[in-house]
């Protein structure tokens, strides 16, 4: 098999495993409202407060133990990480999916949070396979991943959610088993022997991990903008469902097709336009272009009081999809090869402490200004402007760090891509991500 078409393989497995990942997650949004109305017999803002709740257990756990699997991941490889998560994934949609009572659900969202590292793992393994100048290239296939499950999971969860509020959870957590047996057949490890080091527990605790990547201090920066983008973030899958229920009564087909169309909108932007506009004007400039889309998407849909509306600033917001991989590609360079699992577990801790932070404020917030129907402070969009604030505040650090470091400038410190050493039974050896035509003359950071 020739070196082109196994890059393209190995390439195709990592976004494979993080769609059928994203699917998993995005059939459950639309019905998540309805099943803990079922279980709680309370009102949509009762229902958000919970799903609140539920989001919280989910990012304490990702935050305590992204790092520690970032860290074992640098120690034994990315794909026994990987899949290891992919079985904690499953369990947690079983869980879910018999849940008699609100507690099981807590359960499962908590054996979800500690082995959900699936994204992160991924990146890295995506950081390992792909030569710096083509890493934010690369991270945007993996967000266009991300996108494209967000277009086939709601619309399929809505669908389904029309059968029953529990058909979606059975329908994820076969997608998450049958993501673990295609990695288990197909996925090869990234991380040759030569490149691990030792496993340290100082580093791998979410301050320790942050606190060793205090020698690039540009880190540090980007790692805030991340924080305050994904804590603004958090508003669309958390509260969105309630809210379009309260302002429009959309069923759980409405809003499955709604958030399809946003991951539909995702994809794109991250799919075709990372790339050619990170050459064009730079990755700074790029994340910039993603983070002021992200605002105004924010305030509008804020305001919203017609579908088309709606509608609209969704489709603004999909242009916010330029920002992770352009700021992504950006710390990647920043990190030696050895490290980026470590950089991924600090990158996945800081958006868990977002995911803790963020749903309970968005939740909150929502049912403080939905409680009483007509009362002068009824604003169901209150969130959605909390968000746009705090995307903000990411652009005025990134426009500093931007600044001071001189990002669209600075050198990589990563060396070379790796290559895949111990591929599965049955499974050809892997070579480089760059060994194709296009990258014989690759462009010098």
Known sequence: MQAATRSRLTLACILVTVLLDMIGVGIIVPVLPELLEDLTGGSVAEAAVIGGYLVFAYAFMQFVFSPVLGNLSDRFGRRPVLLLSLLGLTFDYVMMSIAPFVWYLFIGRIIAGIAGAALATATAYMADITPPHKRTHRFGLIGAAFGLGFIIGPVVGGELGEIGPRVPFYAAAALAFANFLFGLLVLPESLPKSSRRKFDIRRANPFGAVMALRKYPSVLWLLAVLFFFQLAAQALPTVFS????????????????????????????????????????????????????????????????????????????????????????????????????????????????????????????????????????????????????????????????????????????????????????????????????????????
């Open 242 to 445: 309630y809210f379009t229920v309260e302002v429009f009564n959309f069923s759980t087909s409405n809003i499955g097709r709604t958030l399809g169309a946003f991951g539909l909108g995702f994809a794109i932007s991250q799919a075709m336009l990372v790339a050619p506009l990170s050459r064009r004007l730079g990755e700074p400039a790029v994340a910039m272009i993603g983070l002021l889309a992200a605002i105004a998407a924010f305030a509008g849909v804020a305001f919203s009081s017609e579908v088309y509306m709606l509608y609209l600033f969704i489709m603004v917001g999909t242009v916010s999809g330029l920002a992770p991989p352009a700021i992504n590609g950006v710390l990647s360079r920043q990190v030696p090869d050895n490290g980026q699992g470590e950089l991924q577990g600090a990158v996945n801790a800081a958006s868990s402490l977002a995911t803790i932070i963020g749903p309970l404020a968005a939740t909150q917030i929502f049912s403080y200004y939905t409680t009483t129907p007509g009362a002068a402070d009824y604003f169901p969009g209150a969130p959605f402007i909390a968000a746009s604030f705090s995307v903000a505040a990411a652009l005025l650090i990134f426009a500093v760090a931007a600044w001071r470091f001189d990002l669209g400038n600075r050198p990589s410190i990563a060396d070379h891509p790796q290559v895949p050493e111990v591929p599965p039974p049955g499974q050809v050896r892997i070579a480089p991500l760059d060994n194709d035509s296009s990258d014989q003359n690759p462009p010098r950071n």
